[in-house]
């Protein structure tokens, strides 16, 4: 059987899954009666709710034509976002084309640049899919220069230029090579990809080579290893080794489980041969970019080095007078545990635990992949206090203190983009481009401190409400630029314990913006608000009015009308806060407090760090 092995690429909300789910059915993949989820690919609650990719996923369909001998296609399904990037290159090397596939009315959007960037550099020779042609706002042939400017931009070769492109429905299961048809089969895809992406460059016939591209856990198999097997074949128990970049043995066993991927589901095999990707157990060292070869073997394959983590954030037991009232989870051993779980199967995420064993020092590539993180833990019953995200610095050779700093390419309406420009260079950033991208938009380029951008993709959204797109790679370790203005309130917290009345949060709403609504339980040292000033203010919100017979004069015993609290999201809350506090996130709460509760303590602490 012949071998096709395809990454696809998308935006959020482009029809990606929705598009796999009917290559499963018209491949036969799934049963006519078989009950499947939409959007299969989305194995994550996360990645259903939030409509991105985090993990990228391997799977299988066969395509036989009449007449012809099928062909078994590998698709690869690539995490859009540059927080969840790590793999993408490495991924990248295991297929041998990609398909693009854009919106017919929104077109090609910044979030697709970066991972289509990556696939022509290495050479991969794309195929267009416009997808959604049935839109009533559909701007097809606007759709297709914006692609060929992107690719253009991209210094993309003559070859890669003159790419083939479909015009296809993923809901109603149809793609086609004339724009204008609304009818039709998947074939003409399944077609293309045979045609136009060459078959895997492997060697049969020399010794086994496997290069490992995802790591996963099992709790029956243990570590599972998956990429591209680049020559030769493997067999169940056959002895094995696995190789560093520098070509050292980091440990030997054996093959105890090989599997291929049919469909969605990973399928036991006795042998795999070149070409195919596949996943491997029975080693228990042995990681991303490694190479699993035969023990005769002692050069290992070209592997992409795994990006350095350039943001961190400390996770702790939660130790706030309602700590373990609503989670199941609350030790730091649980904690731990999960962590360093965690950072076994995800190679962008390194845990180091702290002198006093209570917290973890968590470092990671953004704040969406720690958030990702802290919020899937919270589901799984964990209480945690989470600090504000801090760069890691660095020194270079000549004893210089050097941070990283992220390419920011920023989509947004004309009239917002002075107001942007402003902002990021408030936050050190220095503007390499700007351009008009079409539509009354502009599209302006940064090179920004990660430093600077902690907390100001809120900001952003308030600035452009609502339109402007803004997507951050990782450029380098640049000079450190000094200072950075944080934020200029205070905050509002409460001096004792007991429940929010209403009575006393009438006249606090003069004083700033409340977190907080009536009736909730508080404690001493929580943040209920934030102070229209930049100094910290505590303030008493559980005060309650006396009851007496005696009447007020002039209608002032009407009831107490307060705004809505600002609730945060999990995101906005680890952004919104100071170095000197934290985030108490449970499964049902997200709630914010100073880092010392006790004022006094506050006091010491404030003193000490003006001392030093």
Same mark, same amino acid.
């Given at each position: 059987?012949?071998?096709?092995?395809?990454?696809?690429?998308?935006?959020?909300?482009?029809?990606?899954?929705?598009?796999?789910?009917?290559?499963?059915?018209?491949?036969?993949?799934?049963?006519?009666?078989?009950?499947?989820?939409?959007?299969?690919?989305?194995?994550?609650?996360?990645?259903?709710?939030?409509?991105?990719?985090?993990?990228?996923?391997?799977?299988?369909?066969?395509?036989?034509?009449?007449?012809?001998?099928?062909?078994?296609?590998?698709?690869?399904?690539?995490?859009?976002?540059?927080?969840?990037?790590?793999?993408? $290159? *490495? =991924?990248?090397?295991?297929? /041998?084309? +990609?398909?693009? %596939?854009?919106? &017919?009315?929104?077109?090609?959007?910044? @979030?697709?640049?970066?991972?289509?960037?990556?696939?022509?550099?290495?050479?991969?020779?794309?195929?267009?899919?416009?997808?959604?042609?049935?839109?009533?706002? $559909? *701007? =097809?042939?606007?759709?297709? /220069?914006? +692609?060929?400017? %992107?690719?253009? &931009?991209?210094?993309?070769?003559?070859? @890669?230029?003159?790419?083939?492109?479909?015009?296809?429905?993923?809901?109603?299961?149809?793609?086609?090579?004339?724009?204008?048809?609304?009818?039709?089969?998947?074939?003409?895809?399944?077609?293309?990809?045979?045609?136009?992406?060459?078959?895997?460059?492997?060697?049969?016939?020399?010794?086994?080579?496997?290069?490992?591209?995802?790591?996963?856990?099992?709790?029956?198999?243990?570590?599972?290893?998956?990429?591209?097997?680049?020559?030769?074949?493997?067999?169940?128990?056959?002895?094995?080794?696995?190789?560093?970049?520098?070509?050292?043995?980091?440990?030997?066993?054996?093959?105890?489980?090989?599997?291929?991927?049919?469909?969605?589901?990973?399928?036991?095999?006795?042998?795999?041969?070149?070409?195919?990707?596949?996943?491997?157990?029975?080693?228990?060292?042995?990681?991303?970019?490694?190479?699993?070869?035969?023990?005769?073997?002692?050069?290992?394959?070209?592997?992409?080095?795994?990006?350095?983590?350039?943001?961190?954030?400390?996770?702790?037991?939660?130790?706030?007078?309602?700590?373990?009232?609503?989670?199941?989870?609350?030790?730091?051993?649980?904690?731990?545990?999960?962590?360093?779980?965690?950072?076994?199967?995800?190679?962008?995420?390194?845990?180091?635990?702290?002198?006093?064993?209570?917290?973890?020092?968590?470092?990671?590539?953004?704040?969406?992949?720690?958030?990702?993180?802290?919020?899937?833990?919270?589901?799984?019953?964990?209480?945690?206090?989470?600090?504000?995200?801090?760069?890691?610095?660095?020194?270079?050779?000549?004893?210089?203190?050097?941070?990283?700093?992220?390419?920011?390419?920023?989509?947004?309406?004309?009239?917002?983009?002075?107001?942007?420009?402003?902002?990021?260079?408030?936050?050190?950033?220095?503007?390499?481009?700007?351009?008009?991208?079409?539509?009354?938009?502009?599209?302006?380029?940064?090179?920004?401190?990660?430093?600077?951008?902690?907390?100001?993709?809120?900001?952003?959204?308030?600035?452009?409400?609502?339109?402007?797109?803004?997507?951050?790679?990782?450029?380098?370790?640049?000079?450190?630029?000094?200072?950075?203005?944080?934020?200029?309130?205070?905050?509002?917290?409460?001096?004792?314990?007991?429940?929010?009345?209403?009575?006393?949060?009438?006249?606090?709403?003069?004083?700033?913006?409340?977190?907080?609504?009536?009736?909730?339980?508080?404690?001493?040292?929580?943040?209920?608000?934030?102070?229209?000033?930049?100094?910290?203010?505590?303030?008493?919100?559980?005060?309650?009015?006396?009851?007496?017979?005696?009447?007020?004069?002039?209608?002032?015993?009407?009831?107490?009308?307060?705004?809505?609290?600002?609730?945060?999201?999990?995101?906005?809350?680890?952004?919104?806060?100071?170095?000197?506090?934290?985030?108490?996130?449970?499964?049902?709460?997200?709630?914010?407090?100073?880092?010392?509760?006790?004022?006094?303590?506050?006091?010491?602490?404030?003193?000490?760090?003006?001392?030093?």
């Amino acid at each position: 059987m012949s071998l096709r092995n395809v990454a696809i690429i998308a935006h959020v909300d482009h029809g990606k899954t929705t598009l796999v789910d009917q290559l499963f059915r018209q491949s036969g993949t799934f049963r006519d009666n078989q009950r499947v989820e939409e959007r299969a690919m989305d194995s994550n609650d996360l990645e259903k709710e939030r409509g991105i990719t985090i993990l990228a996923k391997c799977t299988s369909v066969e395509w036989a034509p009449e007449g012809q001998e099928p062909t078994r296609i590998n698709i690869v399904d690539t995490p859009g976002h540059a927080d969840f990037g790590g793999e993408v $290159e *490495r =991924i990248l090397s295991m297929v /041998d084309g +990609v398909i693009l %596939l854009v919106d &017919s009315s929104e077109g090609a959007m910044p @979030q697709t640049k970066f991972v289509t960037g990556k696939a022509l550099a290495l050479g991969l020779r794309p195929i267009v899919v416009v997808n959604k042609v049935d839109r009533p706002d $559909e *701007r =097809i042939q606007e759709v297709l /220069d914006e +692609v060929f400017d %992107l690719f253009v &931009s991209l210094d993309a070769t003559d070859e @890669q230029l003159d790419f083939p492109v479909l015009y296809a429905s993923g809901r109603n299961g149809y793609a086609n090579e004339d724009p204008t048809l609304r009818e039709g089969t998947l074939a003409p895809l399944f077609n293309k990809i045979v045609e136009h992406v060459p078959a895997p460059k492997a060697d049969p016939d020399g010794p086994f080579k496997f290069l490992v591209t995802l790591l996963d856990r099992d709790n029956f198999l243990g570590r599972i290893l998956t990429g591209l097997v680049f020559s030769g074949s493997v067999k169940t128990n056959q002895a094995i080794h696995a190789l560093d970049n520098n070509g050292n043995v980091i440990e030997t066993g054996r093959a105890s489980k090989i599997m291929t991927f049919r469909g969605l589901e990973r399928v036991p095999t006795e042998e795999a041969n070149a070409g195919d990707i596949i996943s491997l157990a029975g080693l228990t060292v042995a990681t991303v970019a490694n190479t699993i070869c035969d023990p005769s073997v002692t050069e290992p394959l070209h592997a992409q080095a795994i990006d350095p983590p350039t943001l961190s954030m400390r996770f702790a037991v939660n130790d706030s007078p309602m700590a373990g009232r609503e989670g199941t989870k609350v030790t730091s051993r649980m904690i731990r545990d999960r962590l360093f779980r965690e950072a076994e199967s995800n190679v962008a995420i390194k845990v180091t635990e702290a002198d006093d064993k209570d917290s973890f020092e968590v470092a990671g590539r953004g704040e969406l992949q720690l958030g990702v993180l802290i919020e899937t833990m919270r589901r799984e019953g964990f209480e945690l206090g989470i600090s504000r995200p801090r760069v890691l610095f660095r020194t270079d050779e000549d004893g210089k203190r050097t941070e990283p700093y992220e390419t920011v390419v920023i989509d947004v309406d004309e009239e917002y983009s002075g107001t942007v420009v402003e902002k990021m260079n408030l936050r050190k950033a220095e503007m390499t481009d700007m351009r008009p991208s079409g539509g009354g938009k502009t599209r302006i380029t940064f090179s920004a401190p990660s430093r600077g951008l902690i907390g100001y993709h809120g900001e952003f959204l308030s600035d452009t409400r609502g339109t402007g797109i803004m997507n951050r790679l990782f450029e380098k370790y640049g000079p450190h630029k000094g200072a950075i203005e944080g934020r200029k309130n205070g905050v509002l917290i409460s001096n004792g314990v007991g429940e929010a009345q209403a009575y006393a949060l009438g006249p606090l709403e003069e004083r700033g913006v409340l977190f907080v609504g009536h009736g909730e339980a508080l404690y001493e040292g929580m943040i209920i608000g934030q102070n229209a000033k930049d100094d910290d203010l505590e303030v008493n919100p559980m005060k309650a009015k006396q009851l007496t017979n005696f009447r007020a004069s002039g209608g002032k015993d009407d009831a107490v009308r307060l705004t809505p609290p600002k609730r945060m999201t999990l995101e906005q809350a680890i952004a919104y806060i100071d170095d000197d506090e934290l985030v108490e996130v449970t499964p049902k709460s997200i709630r914010l407090r100073k880092r010392h509760l006790d004022p006094h303590e506050r006091k010491r602490a404030s003193r000490a760090k003006a001392a030093a």
